[in-house]
């Protein structure tokens, strides 16, 4: 069956099944490979991309239900916020591994489109689902809070 | 991993190779670049380039590429060692990049270990004066370049942040404008170093991570990133006890998902091969295996534990001693005993085990993260029955390891490489799902500590004797032939050499076998000692009258200098006056790891009836601290690393032998909103580089026990703190 999507601001058609997890086909398929695996039953992040404006977790959501859907992935993230978050990211020194921090700059991204000027509980809610083993929380909570008083200025 | 091993199997570091017979080497790598990725793994050289070492390539657009011989698994590797060749080149911190050296253990060997490897918080420490030489050396032939096309004297030149300058003509060049001219000039024999008052890189703030921006932008390529034409993904299907083995496959449910290619039993499970990861996966789940448990764990946790408290409570083999710790405590005022149960953890890396392999009957390469490719590379050859010179090791970016990928018997290695021979020639990626990672052992082994203390009318502790029973991690491997008198210093290291004055004590081990594999996992014996010696002593200070701060202080041992200063220093930072009264507490601990010594103080609130850690203080000696920034980080990470264990992370096994955790569902890691507010101050050193990987994690464990005992009355014992 064939599935008819953006990715990045071209359109794609993927002819797989439809239960394909989203993961896997821009990995797999169209080579996206920045979008990371770390646990596939959505509980640690590493998989999170923009699915039509949202962060979502591609790992459990499968091809079949995005026909005509827009997905931005880190390797095409764009726009104000994310060129802040990751200007940020890179001056704070935020990677240690770095494996989950592609999901970590889609969550912060979404975060500071929604709610340009983040609550510590704010930013807590909406990262609370990207774990990171290297512990880079600390340094994550800063990054935010900078790219937001960037983007003020 | 532990620092004082040194493997019997392995040659003695050479220096034979630092500065010799080096172009071959690098022009027989044959990677070819992608265009898109930013790959950590080698490539050839540009041509033109100048190569002086091992170590350094110069191009001629003046990026200076230094091949790291430590992987980088977060640590910071790729960034502190090209600063040591920056530094002493006089190069601009802006044209350094990073590439991972390939496996060549007479090259690339780690000093304390005498073959290739990354672990017990070395890579920085061993590599120091290497690094430093490799790059004055570079710094020296550019020079001799430039004086020989100016015609001036080479004592005249100066070089700062990229440039070669001779002041009376004003000729300048950049280094990659000398790098051909570099190259044809003799390598020297020997070069000075820069005295350290005259360092501007080590020791610098607002050095950026060579790997800051690719990993914020997805551009940083990973084993799992690997594509090679043609390539299969394999997933497996490994025992669901350990020590069990195959008895039966039926693989026609897998056969018959779209995309299954073959189903293989392999010495370590069973092998799904398919055309893509999705397929793979289905496959994994669709196998249906009978196995045989005959040999296998069948015990679940809560008999082991029985067992290993038994054995902690006669534990005899002394690993130390010193005066006659029963005749104190048989003479004491008042004895007081605790005991204390760490499960088993897993690494729970973010990136699962995972290599890539492509042969053609004759030759391989692989691309992964091996933390000990020496001993990989000879595993993968000699499973393959290939010479070690027909098999290529890229070593890649790798998320996270935490000891994981440091495996003695090269497990993984092994089955990739079984992947490889029971599909034929091709291509093959072999991908661990969190499932196979998190149910397939080698965690920090389950321990049981027994501590006692006596006390005089006084409140002085006048004697000390902790017991502890848990599984060796270097039975078995080829660290074995290293235990002397039975001991494996993993086992129990931190208990041993404490700070503190006891005239009379003694620590005793009780090795206990199991089919549970256990492995080094982020500061080893650390993870559990410093929690069971610094929360006891908290408890037995406290029985005596004592301050916590002020106890530890008056307790120290006068050769222990840099302990004390790292303890005086927290205090400092904390505002210490004691464990507080309100509804936030304080505690405090201290451990030397790895060469390093770190103090820390934590803050703690009761959410919900469990703690919560609302700030961190950490003071850390580390020697001389090359790059701040990193060594803040590791501070961070090891807190953070440490916290989420002891607070909610435990592989327990179900009676039967099953492991009971699954995913991260199950086991359940540290999230942001718990992460604590941190604050490091790295003490002034003048001494060597010491490890930071590690060192930062002991102490948060019992900082935060010693801060809720004091807000609950709860003494935890028994670890996670707040179970699933």
């Known amino acids: 069956m064939a599935i008819t999507l953006t990715v990045n601001d071209e359109e794609v058609t993927l002819d797989l099944d439809p239960d394909t997890p989203l993961l896997w086909a821009l990995r797999d398929h169209l080579r996206l490979t920045g979008t990371k695996f770390g646990c596939g039953i959505a509980q640690c992040g590493a998989c999170t991309v923009m699915l039509d404006g949202f962060a979502q977790r591609s790992c459990v959501t499968p091809i079949g239900a995005l026909e005509g859907a827009t997905v931005q992935t880190i390797e095409g993230l764009d726009g104000p916020e994310a060129e802040a978050v990751q200007a940020a990211w890179t001056e704070i020194n935020v990677p240690q591994c770095g494996y989950c921090q592609s999901g970590q700059v889609v969550s912060a991204t979404s975060l500071l489109r929604e709610v340009p000027k983040p609550s510590d509980q704010e930013i807590d809610d909406a990262m609370a689902g990207n774990l990171c083993r290297c512990a880079t929380y600390a340094r994550i909570r800063k990054a935010i809070r900078q790219a937001s008083d960037s983007l003020e200025a | ?724």
């Open chain 2, 1 to 724: 991993m532990h620092p004082i091993v040194k493997p019997a199997f392995a040659p003695r570091p050479t220096r034979r190779g630092f500065l010799a017979g080096t172009g071959g080497l690098i022009l027989g790598l044959h990677l070819a670049p992608q265009a898109r990725a930013e790959s950590s793994a080698p490539t050839a050289p540009t041509p033109g380039a100048f190569v002086p070492n091992a170590f350094i390539r110069v191009a001629p657009d003046d990026t200076v590429t230094v091949l790291v011989k430590h992987i980088e698994i977060g640590q910071g590797a790729n960034t502190g060692l090209p600063l040591l060749v920056a530094e002493e080149m006089d190069a601009d911190w802006s044209q350094m990049r990073a590439e991972q050296a390939p496996s060549n253990p007479q090259l690339y060997a780690n000093a304390a270990f005498g073959i290739q490897g990354t672990g017990g918080s070395t890579g920085l420490s061993n590599s120091y004066m290497t690094m430093r030489r490799a790059g004055a050396a570079a710094r020296a032939m550019l020079v001799s370049a430039a004086a020989d096309l100016w015609g001036v004297p080479a004592a005249e030149i100066t070089v700062s942040k990229g440039v070669v300058a001779h002041g009376p003509t004003g000729n300048e060049a950049s280094f990659g404008a000398l790098a051909e001219a570099a190259a044809k000039g003799p390598v020297p024999e020997d070069v000075a170093l820069k005295d350290p008052a005259d360092f501007t890189l080590i020791g610098a703030e607002g050095i950026t991570r060579l790997d800051a921006r690719s990993k914020s932008t997805g551009q940083a390529e990973f084993t799992i990133d690997v594509y090679r034409d043609g390539m299969q993904v394999v997933a497996m299907v490994h025992p669901p006890k350990f020590g069990a083995t195959v008895a039966s496959v039926d693989d026609s449910e897998a056969l018959a998902i779209p995309g299954v290619r073959a189903v293989r039993q392999l010495p370590s499970g069973v092998a799904i091969y398919a055309d893509d990861t999705f397929a793979a996966f289905r496959g994994r789940d669709a196998v249906v295996v009978e196995w045989d448990e005959s040999a296998a764990e069948t015990r679940g946790t809560d008999e082991i534990v029985e067992t290993f408290t038994a054995a902690a409570r006669t534990a005899s083999l002394v690993a130390e001693e010193a005066g006659d710790a029963d005749a104190a405590l048989a003479g004491a005022e008042r004895v007081i005993e605790a005991e204390y149960v760490f499960p088993y953890l897993a690494h729970a890396a973010m990136e699962p085990l995972d290599g890539v392999i492509e042969w053609d009957g004759s030759a391989a390469e692989i691309w992964s993260g091996m933390q000990i490719p020496t001993t990989s590379h000879a595993t993968l050859a000699g499973v393959m029955g290939l010479g070690q010179e027909a098999v290529t090791i890229n070593t890649m970016y790798t998320g996270g390891s935490f000891g994981r990928r440091a495996t003695p018997d090269n497990h993984f290695a092994a089955e990739l490489a079984n992947v490889a021979m029971a599909g034929g020639p091709g291509a093959y990626k072999l991908l661990w799902t969190r499932e196979n990672d998190m149910q397939g052992g080698y965690y920090r082994p389950l321990t049981v500590h027994r501590l006692r203390a006596g006390l005089d009318g006084a409140g002085n502790i006048t004697g000390w004797v902790n017991q502890l029973a848990n599984q060796s991690i270097m039975r078995g491997s080829p660290f074995e032939a290293m235990m002397q008198g039975g001991l494996d210093p993993t086992s129990y290291e931190g208990a041993n050499d404490l700070p503190y004055e006891l005239p009379n004590r003694r620590l005793a081990w009780a090795e206990m076998r199991s089919p549970v594999p256990v492995l080094w996992w982020r500061a080893v014996g650390h993870t559990h000692t410093a929690y069971a010696v610094e929360t006891f002593l908290d408890e037995v200070l406290e029985t005596g009258g004592r301050d916590p701060v002020q106890g530890r202080l008056d307790m120290m041992r006068a050769d222990r200098p840099r302990d004390r200063a790292v303890l005086e220093r927290v205090a400092e930072m904390a505002g210490w006056s004691g464990p507080g009264t309100g509804d936030r507490r304080y505690g405090v601990a201290m451990a030397r790891s790895f060469g390093s010594y770190v103090a820390q103080v934590a803050e703690v609130e009761d959410r919900d009836g469990a703690p919560h850690v609302t700030r961190v203080w950490c003071a850390v000696d580390c020697g001389l601290a090359v790059t701040p920034d990193v060594v803040r980080a590791q501070m961070e990470g090891g807190i953070g690393y440490g916290l989420s264990s002891i607070l909610g992370e435990a592989v327990t096994l179900e009676p039967g032998g099953r492991v009971a955790q699954v995913n991260f569902d199950g086991y359940t890691p540290l999230r942001l909103p718990e992460m604590p507010r941190i604050e490091v101050s790295i003490l002034p050193s003048a001494e060597p580089p010491s490890g930071v990987g590690e060192p930062g994690l002991p102490p948060i464990g019992p900082a935060v026990a010693n801060a809720w005992r004091a807000l609950s009355g709860q003494a935890v014992r028994r670890l996670p703190m707040r179970p699933a």
